[in-house]
């Protein structure tokens, strides 16, 4: 139902996800889980929305593998260890109101004892306003009314922010935290970033911390108990004309520092890369990569035989 020009309310009664793609087979061969993408129309609808804190440097970008976790993942709804969950009822608003993004979302599954799943309700209320030139500020708060563990509930809720400086300067940060049933402490995430980039230069830096008691049971989580540092620079100068075969030259360097909350190095991570881009967009690269990490505990990955022992590798 259309409210207004840009703000539509939805609403679903026993939800049938049938005919939904199923997901692409993966390995997991880290320590950490693994992301996958949300395919269920109705979740797709006004996604971005309920985007919170993206941006982040990471291994696989903003979401996938990037260890900046996420408020709101709607794989957490309607499914659980791989089995659907049915969905009773559920409504949704969604879109703009002036200046700001409006998204509002409550959802109300059924109890589901082949994944042994109470009974749940699940609520996710974001507002974000437009200011300055291309730049925002928003909330978001998204409530699981039975915890994933079974007992109690929980809550998690922050603020974030992304700005534009500048044609080749932009910034944002966030801070956020978790409340759930019996746990207490070291339960908050906060991230600050920067990125210049033009055509010749450019350059980030990013900070990320996870508590160790942070956890968005609405959202996704690839690992806790971290801060992270990252930074890199970058040069790409254009050849004079008379190197009329080479459009441009690349010259990076990058690393990332990783240690648990106690101060431990859990991983370290230089890495240099040159690449030459020829008028015909072929590409000549060259990457060197020192990677250093850190077991705690043993770890097994798939398939393995026997577990690799704690240690420094």
Known sequence: YAVTPNLTADVTVNTDFAQVEVDEQQVNLTRFSLFFPEKRDFFLEGRGIFDFGRGGSGVLGSTGGSDTPSLFYTRRIGLNNGAVVPINVGGRLSGKLGPWAIGLMNIGTSEDA???????????VRLKRDVLQRSSIGVMATNRSVASSGTGSNLAYGGDGAFLLSQALTAGAYWARTTT?????????????????????????????????????????????????????????????????????????????????????????????????????DKFSIDVTHDYEFLRVPFTPSGSPAPIAPGGY
């Open 114 to 124: 082949a994944s042994s799943t109470d009974a749940t309700n699940f609520a996710v």
């Open 181 to 281: 049933t019996g746990i207490n402490g070291d339960d908050a995430s906060y991230q600050g970033r920067v990125d210049y980039s033009t055509d010749r230069y450019g350059a980030q830096g990013e900070f990320l911390a996870v508590g160790a008691n942070f956890d968005p049971q609405v959202g996704f989580r690839r690992r806790s108990d971290f801060n992270r540092s990252y930074g890199q620079l970058r040069f790409s100068p254009r050849p004079r004309p008379r190197f009329r075969s080479i459009r441009k030259f690349t010259f990076t360097a990058s690393g990332e520092y990783v240690e648990s909350g106690a101060g431990i190095v859990d991983s370290r991570v230089g890495v240099g890369h040159f690449d030459t881009e020829f008028s015909s967009s």
